[in-house]
């Protein structure tokens, strides 16, 4: 057992992030229900505790509490946001109810810097979320980082160990904050840094072999990050017990499917079925033209291809899904189990439950650059750890008005010479997307002496950190110059290369 610094949860949309930044100090930690007995983190081997924040006032009926005992553990304690709270109301200090939140940027006076503060400058900008504040000191403690609104946003019981702060160290605004988190890990828990990609691996490996069993699992191949990193996990995990699909609806880019093969069926010896339903796909999207219709067709088409495959697969307990933190929509509830109602978006509809298949996860606690080290440390290849993202629906929102396999293959020849001359200069990897839209409108050309009569080809390459808000690339004039004459000389059927020059918002990265 791993020395373990356990977090409990309240029911914090960040107790996620809480566990990310101790896995960036490289110490190993456990997310546990709020009410775990001391006794049980005791038996664990927990060596340091964190409180997380939550939604509610430690006053409340319904309001979550932990186990009074873990104060009785002889391990230090952090308490953030109502984690502090939750200290000031079980060891004797006072915390007043106050209606108003506190929301947003404040500024940290450090006081005294001690353990948790060591090495940092005097004063911090951080980020503050929370509608109760402790009004008075539980006894044994002191202030030592006060803010605008608190004489008390950073308090001390160096006796035993204990560490409250009011605002969120673990968010990216907050100055400094992973630094206080390792101050309070390896300074005052003496934590060992012994946690790396290769343990996760290896414990994830172990975790989904008990899971398992003997048992089947199935997964659907993207292509993507995600399933690869989860395809690669799972197979080091269980080997020929895993099957893969690839479902080829006919809105793949150039080669795609190629490339999926010879990786993971040839390179990874991995069971993988591809099921060509490319002709299925495009009957159904014949004349369609509205994007959501067309997006609602590609999913309800994916769900009944992947189970039909799955009855010539044959049986299966487990679905594999390579769904990430940020895929998980935490709602919670205020009820007693803050964490009770964790609902996942599913990639396949809704047939687990139709099928009876029970999940299989194992990237669910991390985020996306965390899957790529893990991907990486697999030895998956950069051009698949470090993809763009793909649409699910591919191809089919990339195709502006209705889909015909003409203008597929026009789109994928243009988007071809895309990648190639952004894979060339380097830029793929420096931009967010980069991708290739075909315009169903036709412009008159020359070529050669003669006259054209084609379609338009709009580039979309956007710079982004999370797809949320996006910027259009400015790449150099004689990249762009290049891309442009290369797919009018060898894209037959386009005559004229636009570029897009919108951010996010008012337009989105897709143009459906
Ligand atoms: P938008 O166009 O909304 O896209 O700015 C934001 C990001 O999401 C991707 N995207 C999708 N991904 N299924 C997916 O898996 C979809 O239906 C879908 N639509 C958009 C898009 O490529 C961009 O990265």
């Known amino acids: 057992m791993p020395q373990t610094i356990a977090v409990l949860d309240f029911g914090s949309q960040l107790t996620q992030v809480i566990a990310r930044r101790i896995r960036e100090c490289q110490v190993y930690s456990k997310i546990y229900h709020f009410a775990t007995p001391a006794a049980k983190l005791r038996a664990d081997g927990v060596v340091g505790i964190i409180l997380s924040g939550g939604p509610q006032s430690v006053y409340a009926k319904t309001a979550p509490h932990p186990d009074p005992a873990i104060f009785e553990l002889g391990v230090p304690v952090l308490g953030i946001c109502y984690g502090v709270q939750l200290m000031g109301h079980f060891l004797g200090g006072h915390v007043a109810h106050s209606k108003a939140r506190e929301y947003g940027h404040g500024h940290l006076t450090i006081r005294k810097p001690g353990k948790l503060f060591a090495k940092l400058p005097r004063k911090l900008r951080v980020w503050n979320s929370h509608g109760d504040k402790l009004t008075k000191l539980p006894p044994g403690f002191a202030a030592i980082g006060t803010s605008e609104n608190s004489l008390f946003a950073a308090i001390e019981d160096t006796k035993r160990g204990f560490y409250g702060i009011q605002f969120h160290p673990e968010v990216f605004h907050t100055e400094r904050g992973v630094d206080m ?8 828990c003496r934590a060992k840094q012994d946690w790396t990609t290769r343990d996760f691996i290896a414990q994830t490996v172990a975790d989904i072999r008990a899971k398992v069993g003997k048992s089947r699992v199935l997964l659907g191949l993207s292509g993507g990050v995600d399933s690869s990193v989860a395809a690669a996990l799972l197979h080091k995990a269980i080997g020929k017990q895993l ?13 795609e499917r190629a490339y999926v093969e010879s990786l993971y069926k040839r390179n990874f010896k991995i069971d993988l079925r591809v099921v060509d339903a490319s002709a299925l796909f495009l009957r159904r999207l014949k004349g369609v033209t509205e994007p959501e219709k067309k997006r609602k067709i590609i999913g309800r088409t994916f769900v009944a291809v992947f189970e039909k495959s799955l009855k010539s697969i044959g049986h299966a307990d487990f679905l594999g899904q390579g769904t990430l933190y940020p895929d998980v929509i935490e709602s919670v509830s205020i009820g007693n189990n803050p964490a009770s109602l964790i609902k996942t978006h599913h990639n396949v509809g809704g047939l687990p439950a139709r099928m009876k298949l029970k999940l299989v996860e194992p990237l669910r606690e991390l985020f996306k650059d965390e899957v790529r080290a893990v991907g990486a440390a ?9 993809r763009q993202p793909f649409p699910g629906p591919g191809l089919g929102v990339r195709v502006m008005g209705d889909i015909t396999a003409e203008k597929l293959e026009i789109l994928r020849n243009a988007d071809a010479v895309l990648q190639d001359e952004m894979m060339a200069s380097g830029y793929y990897y420096k931009v967010w ?27 979309r390459i956007v710079e982004s950190i999370d797809a949320m808000t996006a910027d259009w690339a400015k790449l150099p004039h004689d990249l762009l110059q290049k891309i442009s004459s290369r797919i009018t000389n060898e894209v037959r059927g386009v005559s004229r290369v636009v570029l897009d020059i919108s951010s996010k918002p008012p337009a989105t990265i897709e143009w459906e």
């Open 181 to 188: 988190i390792r101050n309070f890990l390896l300074g005052v």
């Open 243 to 255: 099957t893969c699909v690839f479902v080829d609806n006919g809105l793949l880019r150039k080669g």
């Open 378 to 386: 697999l030895g998956l290849p950069k051009e698949v750890v470090w």
């Open 433 to 459: 997307q980069s991708f290739a839209v075909f315009l169903p409108v036709r412009t008159v050309g020359v070529f050669g002496d003669e006259r054209t009569y084609d379609f338009v080809i709009a580039l």
